[in-house]
């Protein structure tokens, strides 16, 4: 897999595989220069775990690439924090409410209500974020603040004649859509039963293929009065409306997990293109699922892994892993097969990144000397920048980024001025397209006069909050809570109190309607 074209440095091309024509393909932006990304985010109803992350960080890897041959990018990728059905992966998503499963469990019982968990969860996913070297989003919408446009939407494709209302919902109706199908295959009825489980029976559906755009329910923890009376929307439809707010109608590239091929990316396709009449997206980009140790990630088999868990230091009952190891090893396999994460490639993982800190150092502080490996440092940096164009090719970047560190480390003992710039460049770039050097570690900013002025004032206002809610208050604490909010913090909810953290460029937050 190996870039052919990539000669010529001055004119390079990013290659990804696209779903929708089974083709690795150049990507072109619609506008030249500009890339519309958007990238399917978590639901949270508990903590993310590393299968999750390694479908984020594919999206990050394309972020960086993208950015790294100058490419301007317009990156989106949501949060669910609406309770979608735990058979939301069936066309017309029958089953339970995965956040009510969440606040009914044991892990949940600490949680007020629905909004209160999602709202932790929500805040413990920015943190892994930004814990793992992510780059943030320039949007990161989130669906509860989004129902307007949702319900705005699904009047427009009732007006267009896309869907229609039953006693049980809206319904997005697929013959009214002549491409459905095309990007996973399931183009007729027939293989229906392969890719469903259970469906929601209801007679007024025109075609069992039909989706729920809009699900009445006014006893649902979540709900919301819509023209169709109290209920929520169907899960399909957050990822449409957002996309098309907040990168138009036209698309470039959209991603997630290989589990979103169908139903939950088809029916994006059929709603956003019904809508707007117009191509969503070009390129579909989706990664393939990671398994444990060998097995498919499951809390019963207790191999479940959360960034979280891994992590976290050990006083909070964390493993205590630099993430920076983890970062490597989750993006170590290529992002279009299977990947098993194991304990030992965790470890090596944590030897180069060991190695990468030394050859900063060398880069840096070893004494000029008459080293002359300039030509080797700049071949890896290209072979590994080539790499992540092949396709996101992460298996040979590494190879490179291994490279290339053993060869920075033979100068510890003299380098030459050439050599020194060679890999301060090279590291550079290990920096911006792989993202594993995190030299600030994002739970340990430096503190200063005016931080800890800052903090104070912070606290302050949170023993405010929990006076209030200890004295029932709800509304009085959740004018603190936004005001601090807007002093650009996030406030984590935890069992051994509020914890909070400064934000910097989470845009998004105030999308309300
Ligand atoms: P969810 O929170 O279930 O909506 O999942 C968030 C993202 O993680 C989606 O893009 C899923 O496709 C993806 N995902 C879920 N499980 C895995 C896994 N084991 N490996 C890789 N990606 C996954
Ligand atoms: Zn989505």
Known sequence: ??????????????RLHNTLSNRIEPVEPLEPGKLRFYSCGPTVYSYAHIGNFRTFLTADLIVRTAREIGLETHYVSNIT???HLTEDDVADSGGEDRMALALSSKEGKRFANVWDLARFYANELLRDWSRLNMIEPDVRPRATEHIAQQIRTVEALIDSGHAYETDSGVYFSVDAFKDYGRLSGNISGDNLSETTRE?????????????????????????????????????????????????GEQIDIHGGGEDLIFPHHECEIAQAESYSGKQFARYWVHTRFLQVEGEKMAKSKGNFLT???LVS?????????NPMALRLSLISGHYRKPYNFTFDTLRANLKHIERLEQSLDVARNAPSGTSDVAARITAASERLLAAMLDDLNTPEAIAALLDGIKTILTCKDGISDEDRSAAQQFLSRVDSVLGIINEEGSDSPESSEEDDEFAATIEEMLDRRQRARASRDFALADSIRNEIEEMGVEVMDSPDGAKWKRITSIQGIDAGE
Not at 1 to 14: A, G, H, L, Q
Not at 228 to 246: I, R
Request: glycine share 8%; net charge negative; with cysteine.
């Open 1 to 14: 897999m190996t870039n052919t074209d990539f000669s010529n440095m001055s004119s390079p091309v990013f």
């Open 81 to 83: 924090d609406v309770g």
């Open 199 to 247: 469906l929601v029976v209801d007679d007024e559906k025109r075609n069992v293929r039909d989706f729920a755009l809009w699900k009445k329910d006014p006893k649902h923890l979540m709900q919301w009065y819509s023209p169709w009376g109290w209920g929520f929307p169907g899960w399909h439809l957050e990822c449409s409306v957002m996309a098309l707010e907040y990168l």
């Open 307 to 309: 960034v979280h868990e």
């Open 313 to 321: 230091d050990a006083a909070s009952g964390g493993r205590g892993i």
